[in-house]
DNA sequence: ACCGGCTGTTACTTGCGGTAACCGTACTGT
DNA sequence: ACAGTACGGTTACCGCAAGTAACAGCCGGT
């Protein structure tokens, strides 16, 4: 019965939710990740409760917004990290997507990486383990994903892969978060770096001549 | 006039400021981030305001607390930093050594890693910049540091070693986040496996075999 | 005996997340 | 034409936590 008529009913509620989140990202774009629910429903025009209709608690629309947001950047890392070129090249084009994308939207990365934190009114719970920003999470995966279906690991791969993958997506975060507050030099310069990283530059200085030899 | 009366008076508010330190490090312990000022006031046997007088706020509250954890997270990796041994091992045992405490203690970990968070109350500012945890910012400088000094980096080297300070530190902590969470594997194998990251791991391996060469 | 400074209290304000109860309107079936 | 109802919307409220007066006892100094 009347299915058309739910599908109306569908499409008009998920374009009222696009709308919502679109006032809610203006609005985390311009006052950050404390933002406030009257906020937003002031800036989509309307009032709390339909936000927590749509949406059922501040963390719901936080996911929701953050899921965008992850969404695309995690898109734009895949094309960067399959593209057809050789792998260090890949990888200074992946960091260097990651970076410019943090640096141009800097709000909106913030608040992907300090999502839901304690909410006071009913939860307790606070469970150990996943704490971090699903974001990096994600990112972690995707990339253990695709060092594991392209590089020749040997025996326990899958495990290494993952240790790999979030330890490579750690590096790139907390380096960038670090060159974002502090931008001590340019963006080219922090790729460079952090490749020759990944590339053994820590097997392969050497220690400075007044050292003990290794 | 009078020094020893201010300093009877010194000391004896460190004594109580230590007090209460001690006993919002139970509630953080027992609670999480989200203890609240009231639940510590009880722990402590006082009432809020007198919190607020030793501290002035939350977030001042918080930054004490997080400095203590802080300094004796880093004055045993520091430890670990500077055995005698060879750099290897080294880098392995100050894995190790910060894995071993995350694991030991989570929910102090935790805390030290999301601390203050918005306070509604009164500051709008919202600083780009200084988001991250600054435990993580000190342990990458500090990091840096001994890098800078240990290592042959040639040119630019201070530039380097704060790079790869920061993003040493970024994987370390990310990949023990996502560890802590899922507990995939022993703490030695990913002490291993960051390891061989560091020490070339993604330049050495091979393509598989049936991707294109390099 | 009085005063200044310290520790502590109660009682309040403000602002947020979240909810209950109510209102209008447009679309339905009979 | 009219009652019913489902939905978008609102006001007004609760609970709670941060932070702040304003007041109360306890000292040592003059």
Redesign the interface.
């Known amino acids: 019965m009347d299915t058309t008529q739910r599908t109306d009913r569908q499409r008009s509620a998920d374009r009222r939710r696009r709308e919502l989140l679109e006032a809610a990202d203006r609005v985390v774009l311009r006052?950050?990740?404390?933002a406030?629910m009257n906020a937003i429903a002031a800036e989509a025009g309307i009032t709390k409760p339909i936000l927590y209709r749509h949406f059922g608690d501040k963390g719901g629309l936080y996911a929701a917004l953050a899921q965008r947001h992850t969404d695309a950047l995690l898109d734009s890392l895949r094309a960067a990290l399959d593209a057809p070129a050789?792998?260090?090249e890949r990888?200074e084009s992946t960091l260097d997507t990651y970076l410019a994308a943090i640096e141009a939207r800097?709000?909106v990365y913030?608040f992907l990486?300090?999502p839901a934190?304690?909410g006071?009114g009913s939860d307790q719970g606070?469970d150990?383990?996943?704490?971090?920003a699903p974001l990096?999470?994600r990112m972690?995966e995707e990339l253990a994903q695709v060092i594991e279906?392209?590089?020749?690991?040997g025996p326990g791969s899958r495990?290494?892969a993952?240790?790999?993958g979030?330890?490579?997506?750690?590096?790139?975060?907390?380096?960038g978060?670090?060159?974002?507050?502090?931008r001590?030099?340019s963006r080219s310069?922090?790729v460079r770096?952090?490749t020759?990283?990944?590339?053994?530059?820590?097997?392969?200085?050497?220690?400075?001549?007044d050292?003990p030899g290794?």
């Open positions: 006052d950050g990740p404390q406030s050789d792998r260090r990888v800097p709000q913030r990486m300090h934190e304690g006071q606070f150990v383990g996943k704490h971090s990096l999470r972690g279906e392209r590089l020749d690991l495990q290494l993952r240790v790999w979030h330890g490579i997506v750690g590096m790139m975060h907390a380096a978060d670090w060159w974002l507050g502090e001590p030099c310069e922090l770096g952090l020759e990283l990944l590339w053994g530059g820590l097997a392969a200085v050497d220690d400075k001549t050292s290794f």
